[in-house]
């Protein structure tokens, strides 16, 4: 089973609010037709859209729950899936908020300890998974820049408010860097519209390469689990 995860949360003025279940869906498509190809069988659950997203609180648009709920719900969704006898669970996570991150980890150790069935997250802040995600993704200032534009103009691309990301100027400032220096809001890390990167210089045909690359790191981290 792949659960893909995302959030609602401001995406600068030119992305919708579920960008990131827009990536985290075709991340999980993508993986599931590669695992698809290997003769397994994949069944991909709804989205999971509602999680912590402080960093964008002061957006309108912007909802967030608590982290121990996201760590109790993916815990009871292991529960369940365990109980009908699947043998696995992936996480196709598109948000990074750090809070977030630390509730799938955490939910990860809970389902490993109850002995429930094994959950698959391949976190892409960690080695070796975001190396390939691109220049804009390394470098940090990522959020509803050049990386995410490319996917929604991809997967959805009347979501897009195309006049308003062709006339974005770039903001090559570190969103990575801000949350390591202790910034709590994308205000204080210097992303005054919710944007970081440079969403101008994204494209559809980048989108579908990076969907591409999403795919297989899913698929290799759910062979490496089997």
Not at 63 to 83: E, H, K, M, P
Not at 103 to 126: C, K, M, N, Q, W
Not at 154 to 159: K, N
Not at 191 to 210: K, V
Request: glycine content about 10%; some cysteine; hydrophobic content about 45%.
């Amino acid at each position: 089973m792949v659960l893909p995860v995302g959030a609602i949360e401001a995406r600068g003025p030119h992305l919708p609010l579920d960008t990131d279940v827009v990536i985290a869906t075709a991340m999980a498509r993508a993986g599931a037709k590669r695992l698809g190809a290997r003769d397994k069988v994949v069944l991909i659950l709804p989205p999971l859209a509602y999680t912590t997203a402080g960093f964008g609180a002061a957006f309108h648009g912007t909802l967030s729950i608590s982290g121990v709920t996201v760590t109790a719900l993916v815990v009871d969704l292991a529960r369940g899936l365990s109980q009908h006898g699947f043998r696995l669970l992936a996480l196709a996570n598109a948000h990074l908020d750090p809070e977030h991150l630390t509730a799938l980890h955490e939910a990860v150790r809970l389902a490993s300890g109850a002995r429930l069935l094994p959950i698959v997250f391949p976190d892409l802040t960690r080695k070796p998974w975001g190396s390939r995600l691109g220049d804009e993704f390394r470098s940090g200032a990522c959020h509803a820049g050049q990386f995410e534009s490319s996917i929604v103009l991809s997967e959805r691309p009347a979501a897009v408010r195309e006049a308003l990301r062709r006339g974005l100027a770039p903001n090559p400032r570190s969103l990575s860097a801000a949350i390591r220096a202790g910034k709590q809001t994308f205000e204080q890390a210097g992303g005054p519209r919710a944007y970081f990167g440079d969403p101008a210089a994204a494209s559809a045909d980048e989108g579908s390469r990076l969907v591409e690359t999403l795919g297989a790191i899913l698929e290799e981290a759910v062979i490496a689990a089997l």
